[in-house]
C-alpha cells in the first residue's frame, strides 16, 4: 500500500460534492473509518468531473443507517446504504471481507465461480482486493486528506493502464461484468487494458450469457450513452463482448460483415455520440429500434415465407419475436421497448405515404425518431429506400408551402396511391387478422 500525503497530490475538497463531504464528516466524526473511493478519486486525480461519489466506510449498513436519518439499505448481492439528498444519492458502502467458510446467506457464487452473494465484511486492505481495477481502488481518506494506494493505483494511473487486481481469470468469473468494465474505462479515461487483464476475456465472453438481464440493461447505458459508443462498440466487438448481449445482430453481420447491419451499427454507434456531445437526448427507444431494424426485417420475412401472412402481418408479428429475444440478455423497460415498436411500424407507413397522407404522419408522436431511422436505413441500403428517404427528406426540410407541392407532386405520380387516403381509411371494416388491435397503422392501399 502506498500513501500519498495532502500536499503531494491534486485532489482538494472543492472538487467533491457537498453531500459527500457531509457523509463522509458525520461518520468520521461518529469514529468511524470515511473514505471517498472508486471513479470519485479517479477522475479528479485525472482531471475529469466525476459523475458519483462513492463512500466507504467501516461502519456496518445498520450503524450506518443509525447515523442518517435520510438513508436506506439496498442490494442484496451487495448490501449497502443510499444516503438521500433531494436528487442526489450517496452511496455508502461497508468494507467488504475475504470469502472464509461463510454461510450461504453471507456469501454465494455459483458452478461458474460467480459471486451471487457477497456481504462478509472486513478491513480496507480486504476491501481493496474485492475491488475490480487498481484504478479504483484509490480511498482518499477523509480524516487526514491522504490517498490510500492498493496494488499500485497510482502508478497505473500515471501510466494510463488498466489492471484488475488479483487472478484475472478469477475475477472475471466471479463477476464476468468485469470484461464489460474493462472496456469502458479504457475508452472512457483512454488507456490501454494491460495484457494479463486482456487476456482471457476472449475466452470468458460467453460467461456474460448469465448475468441477470436487468443488470446488463444498466450496463449497455452505460456503454453506449456516454459518449463513447462507437469505441465501446468496436472494441467489444475485439473481444467477442457483443455477441453474448447481442446474439440477433451479431449472427447477420457475421453473414454480411460488411452488409447493412453493419452498416447500420456503425451509424447508431457515431450518431449516439455525436449527439450526447451535442448535449441532445438520447433514448434507449431509438436506440434499440435502429440496433434491430434488420434482425426485425430478417424474422419478418421468414415469418411470412413460413406462415404466408401479408407483409404486413408478418412484421408485426416479427417485432414481438425480435424484441422478446433481445430481453432475454438485456432487459429493456417496456417505456422504452413500446415505442421501439411504434418506430417500427412507422417505417412501413413512412414507406408508403409519400403524397398528402405524409401531413398526418408528420404529427405521429413518434414520426421524428421513425424519420430518423429511415434516413439510416437509406444511407445502409440506398435503391429505394433511399430514394423514399430523400423524399422525406425533402418534405421535412420544405417550408409549409413547398410541402404541400411536394406532396401534391407525387400524389400525381401514384395517384392511385394517396388519394382520398383518410376517407377509404374511416370507412374500411375492421380487418379479421389476429392484429387487428393494431389495425390502426395498416396501409389502407396494399398491393
Ligand atoms: P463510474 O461511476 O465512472 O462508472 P466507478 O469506478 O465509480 O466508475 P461504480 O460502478 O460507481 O464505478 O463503482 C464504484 C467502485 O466500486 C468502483 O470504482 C470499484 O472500486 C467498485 N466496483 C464497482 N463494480 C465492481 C465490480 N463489478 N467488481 C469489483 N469492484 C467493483
Ligand atoms: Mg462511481
Known sequence: MDIVTRDAHTISRRQISENALKVLYRLSKSGYKAYLVGGGVRDILLGMEPKDFDVVTNATPEEIKKLFRNSRLVGRRFRLAHIVFGRDVIEVATFRGHHGETDDKISK???????????????????????????????????????????????????????????????????????????????????????????PINALAPLLKDIPAARMYEEVLKLFFAGKAKANYDMMRDFGLFQPLFPQISALIKEQPNGNTAKMLNAVMTNTDLRVSQDKPVTPAFFYAALLWYPLKQRADDIALESGLSHYDAHVAAMGDVMEQQCRTISIPRRFSTPAKDIWQLQLRLERSQGTRAFKLLEHPKFRAAYDLLLLRGEAEGGNIGKIATWWKSFVEADETERSDIAKSSNKKGPSRNRNAHQRKRRRPKPKSDNSGSSEVKPTNKG
Open 109 to 199: 457464487s455459483n458452478a461458474e465461480g460467480r459471486l451471487l452473494r457477497d456481504n462478509v465484511y472486513g478491513e480496507i486492505d480486504e476491501d481493496a482486493e474485492r475491488r475490480d481495477f487498481t484504478i479504483n481502488a484509490l480511498y482518499y481518506d477523509i480524516s487526514d486528506y491522504s490517498i490510500h494506494s492498493y496494488g499500485g493505483g497510482i502508478r497505473d494511473l500515471d501510466d494510463r493502464t488498466i489492471r484488475l487486481i488479483g487472478d484475472p481469470e478469477t475475477r472475471y468469473r466471479e463477476d464476468p461484468v468485469r470484461m464489460l468494465r474493462a472496456v469502458r474505462f479504457a475508452t472512457k479515461l483512454d488507456m490501454s487494458i494491460e495484457s494479463k487483464t486482456a487476456e
